[in-house]
């Protein structure tokens, strides 16, 4: 059995792109697939992030793989949605790429956005925690976390959620954050190369082609 550990990057992917989905007709929904899907809204890496766990959501059981995440990893999806819809806000309004760092934290979300952010993420939490598809890891080792951060120049963050991985005995920590490797402790890997362990293991690849309902 291999152990997976989700990173808030994957898990915010799939929350973005699975609204993105909803919101769309059945007909613009198989658009979408057939043209991997909509690139400009989400990157390529999102897209297997979605896939990855939507086949999980529609298997609810993966043989020989087993699903991880952490309290503070979902946390940080929230920051990881409303960074992506600041960043759509100054694309629109044509703010150059060198004052994001600067204005951004500044941009205010409409109230009905936050909304639908606090719906999705509690869905999130209810269908993946809650029906237990994906376990909750807390515990964090000194030792691993110190290492993550003077050997492998990790930030504190990052090397706090490495380390639960790690404690909970992960085989692998799936991330979009390349600036992430692979280390004694566990392996990092693409969405990418999860779902094709995924699609290994599943006896269901068919729910890309159906429709998706809302939560």
Request: aromatic fraction near 10%; hydrophobic fraction near 40%.
């Amino acid at each position: 059995m291999e152990r997976i550990f989700f990173d808030a990057s994957v898990m915010a992917d799939y929350i973005l792109f699975k609204g993105l989905i909803n919101r769309k007709s059945r007909e613009r929904q198989i658009e979408i697939l057939k043209n991997n899907l909509e690139i400009s809204k989400l990157t390529k890496k999102g897209v297997y992030s979605f896939l990855s766990l939507e086949t999980l959501r529609i298997n609810r059981h993966m043989p020989k793989l087993e699903f991880f995440t952490s309290n503070l990893a979902i946390a940080e999806v929230g920051e990881v949605i409303k960074e992506k819809h600041q960043i759509d806000q100054m694309v629109e309004q044509g703010i150059p790429l060198k004052y994001w760092y600067k204005i951004g934290k500044n941009i205010k979300l409409p109230k009905d956005l936050g909304n639908i952010i606090r719906k999705d993420m509690i869905m999130f939490y209810i269908l993946f925690i809650g029906r237990k598809m994906i376990k909750l890891t807390e515990e964090a080792l000194l030792q691993a976390i110190t290492d993550f951060i003077i050997n492998k120049h990790c930030d504190s963050h990052d090397a706090l959620l490495l380390s639960q991985a790690f404690s909970a005995q992960c085989d692998f920590f799936v991330t979009k954050d390349g600036s992430l490797k692979s280390t004694d402790y566990v392996d990092v890997i693409s969405p990418q190369i999860l779902y094709e362990k995924i699609k290994e293991v599943s006896n269901m690849t068919r729910g890309i082609s159906l429709p998706f309902e809302e939560f």
